[in-house]
Nanobody
C-alpha cells in the first residue's frame, strides 16, 4: 500500500488546515504522526478501519479531527486553532494488521512521504 499525503502549508496562528492521505488500497487503522525539528516523531491522531473509533494526543484534543472515507481510501486531518507548537512535518501511516488503534510508530507498516505544516505566530 502506498500513502500520499497532501494539504500542508503556511498558516497564521489561529488558522486552519486540512491534511489528506490517499491510500492506494484498503488499509486497517490509520493515523497521523508529526515530527518537529530535533524532536522524535509523535502520534497525533488515529482512526479505526471502520472510522468508528478515534484517538487523539492530549495537545490536539478539541482542535483536530481525524476522519476517513473508506470509499476513497482516504483519511483526513482537520486542524483548527493552530499554534506555533503544531509546526512540524506531518506523516500519515497505516497499520498492516486488524487491531486497535496504536500510538507507536513501530506498529504502522506503511508511511506517507510527509507534508510540512508551518504555523506563524
Amino acid at each position: 500500500v502506498q500513502l500520499q499525503a497532501s494539504g500542508g502549508g503556511l498558516v497564521q496562528a489561529g488558522g486552519s488546515l486540512r491534511l489528506s492521505c490517499a491510500a492506494s488500497g484498503s488499509t486497517y487503522a490509520m493515523a497521523w504522526f508529526r515530527q518537529a525539528p530535533g524532536k522524535e516523531r509523535e502520534f497525533v491522531a488515529g482512526i479505526s478501519w471502520s472510522g468508528g473509533s478515534t484517538y487523539y494526543t492530549d495537545s490536539v484534543k478539541g482542535r483536530f479531527t481525524i476522519s476517513k472515507d473508506n470509499a476513497k481510501n482516504t483519511v483526513y486531518l482537520q486542524m483548527n486553532s493552530l499554534n506555533a507548537e503544531d509546526t512540524a512535518v506531518y506523516y500519515c501511516a497505516a497499520d498492516r494488521f486488524p487491531r486497535t488503534i496504536s500510538t507507536g510508530t513501530r506498529n504502522f507498516g506503511f508511511w506517507g512521504q510527509g507534508t510540512q505544516v508551518t504555523v506563524s505566530s
